[in-house]
């Protein structure tokens, strides 16, 4: 009796260790002691990279074989991560016309026994619009401090806050606008840039160029409430009442929530020709972005929706030779008087304020 039951329990034992090692046999992939065989399967004929279309515009998809001999089982279509179909043809139309502007990323997963091989391919969807070219009439002028360096600017009870830059003499200042004097300044520290400023709340944020951190102050006091940060290049800054809107030296536009400074959504900005890079100083007027095109003296009124710029300002010779003290940088600066539908521009270390109309040329 006592040999049958040893002899049961080892038979127990080896089928056990048995199916214990033809587990670990079978998934190699499993347990990561084998990497999965590459597999090339398929590529994109066309489009090809980067190619520039009109929102609205039919991207025209095909897809060659590597090895004409060896077809997928199955080929599935992704745009911007989102699957959308599973081809039953190496050719596919993809409708734009519901797509944002920008960026519309394009992949294709090909399947063959269980492997998968994916390529990829981006377009660029340009605005449909032909923005509206428009021009300026000076309606009064005012001085502005010519050792200021304009980054940012706004109006807020009558009076002009400016955000003023470079290493070692960046500002926050309240100005009055009929004469230009500063009423009230706070220096920033050495090692801070300042850049583009916004009043939300009864409280003011100041963004810096390269250092990733941004400034909180009460409007009346100036008293700093506290820091934010963000992982872009901070340049331009406003606001639409109830989100900031940060510019960062590209065509992106990012929505941020004050409480935390969270991304909320992005646009990126185009016109009928491609992307409007360079955007700078922003200020958010009657439900449109106004953006400083940085060396230029062009403004651009941005749809915040969709990106498209919508009227192209020109403000070339604005600030006359007479007016110039020669140590002048470019245009940047807009600030939009609600109240009194003002609309006021200046530049870098200039010596003029503008009181400006904007016309249709």
């Known amino acids: 009796?006592?040999?049958?039951?040893?002899?049961?329990?080892?038979?127990?034992?080896?089928?056990?260790?048995?199916?214990?090692?033809?587990?670990?046999?079978?998934?190699?992939?499993?347990?990561?002691?084998?990497?999965?065989?590459?597999?090339?399967?398929?590529?994109?004929?066309?489009?090809?990279?980067?190619?520039?279309?009109?929102?609205?515009?039919?991207?025209?998809?095909?897809?060659?074989?590597?090895?004409?001999?060896?077809?997928?089982?199955?080929?599935?279509?992704?745009?911007?991560?989102?699957?959308?179909?599973?081809?039953?043809?190496?050719?596919?139309?993809?409708?734009?016309?519901?797509?944002?502007?920008?960026?519309?990323?394009?992949?294709?997963?090909?399947w063959?026994?269980?492997?998968?091989?994916?390529?990829?391919?981006?377009?660029m969807l340009k605005s449909k619009i032909v923005p509206q070219k428009q021009t300026y009439r000076v309606v009064k002028t005012f001085n502005h401090d010519p050792q200021a360096y304009t980054q940012g600017l706004f109006i807020h009870n009558g009076f002009i806050y400016e955000g003023t830059g470079q290493q070692g003499a960046s500002t926050l200042r309240k100005v009055e606008l009929e004469t230009g004097k500063v009423l009230q300044s706070n220096n920033l520290s050495q090692e801070y840039f300042g850049e583009g400023i916004a009043l939300l709340d009864g409280k003011i944020y100041q963004l810096t160029w390269t250092s990733g951190i941004g400034f909180i102050y009460d409007v009346e006091s100036f008293k700093q409430l506290g820091t934010f940060n963000y992982t872009t290049q901070g340049w331009g800054l406003t606001t639409n009442g109830s989100e900031l809107i940060m510019s960062d030296g590209s065509n992106i536009i990012h929505f941020m929530n004050p409480n935390g400074f969270a991304e909320t959504r992005r646009i990126e900005v185009f016109d009928n020709y491609g992307p409007i890079r360079n955007l700078n100083e922003l200020e958010y007027i009657d439900g449109k972005i106004w953006a400083n095109v940085y060396t230029t003296n062009r403004v651009v009124v941005i749809d915040p929706k969709s990106g498209a710029v919508i009227s192209d300002i020109d403000l070339s010779k604005i600030l006359k030779d007479s007016d110039r003290t020669g140590n002048e940088d470019v245009l940047n600066g807009i600030a939009y008087d609600s109240a009194s539908k003002r609309i006021f521009v200046t530049g870098k270390n200039w010596a003029k304020l503008y009181e400006v109309k904007i016309i249709n040329k």
């Open 1 to 110: 009796m006592e040999y049958k039951l040893n002899t049961l329990y080892a038979l127990i034992l080896l089928a056990l260790f048995g199916c214990t090692n033809g587990r670990n046999d079978q998934s190699p992939i499993a347990n990561g002691s084998q990497p999965e065989k590459q597999i090339h399967l398929i590529r994109f004929d066309s489009p090809t990279n980067g190619t520039t279309l009109t929102v609205g515009e039919q991207v025209k998809l095909a897809i060659k074989l590597v090895d004409t001999n060896i077809k997928p089982d199955s080929i599935i279509l992704y745009i911007n991560n989102e699957r959308v179909d599973m081809l039953t043809e190496l050719t596919y139309q993809i409708l734009t016309q519901s797509y944002s502007l920008g960026t519309l990323s394009i992949k294709a997963t090909a």
């Open 112 to 123: 063959k026994s269980g492997q998968r091989q994916t390529a990829s391919v981006s377009v």
